[in-house]
């Protein structure tokens, strides 16, 4: 069965980046097909995708993020993770990283339980 568990800090300043990891177990991220993707839930919005990693090591970011947004991996830890940078109080959020079989239609196969993350100073 497939784990994926978030970790990073919950409380950034304005300004800083934002780092969180994501450890995967019961799937490796180096296999074929899925897409290891970061997402987020502002408060009081809906699902808002970050970008994703696929097994290869290719990269794709929201266009309202791609500008601040790196997503990438540590095959040896079966790990993936996201900075986000500049990050401002609209970025406040849960973060979620998950596994997905259709980016179009955030068709999700398994999530991470999230974590709050405060854009404050």
């Known amino acids: 069965q497939v784990q994926l568990q978030e970790s990073g800090p919950g409380l950034v300043k304005p300004s800083q980046t934002l780092s969180l990891t994501c450890d995967v177990s019961g799937g490796s991220i180096t296999a074929d097909y899925y897409y290891w993707s970061w997402i987020r839930q502002p408060p009081g919005k809906g699902l808002d995708g970050i970008g994703y990693?696929?097994?290869?090591?290719?990269?794709d970011y929201s266009p309202s993020l791609k500008s601040r947004t790196a997503i990438s991996r540590d095959t040896s830890t079966n790990r993936f993770t996201l900075q986000l940078t500049s990050v401002t109080p609209e970025d406040t959020a849960v973060y979620y990283c998950?596994?997905?079989?259709?980016?179009?239609?955030?068709?999700?196969?398994?999530w991470g339980q999230g974590t709050q993350v405060t854009v404050s100073s």
């Open positions: 998950a596994r997905e079989v259709s980016i179009a239609t955030m068709e999700v196969a398994y």
């Open positions: 990693i696929r097994y290869s090591g290719n990269t």
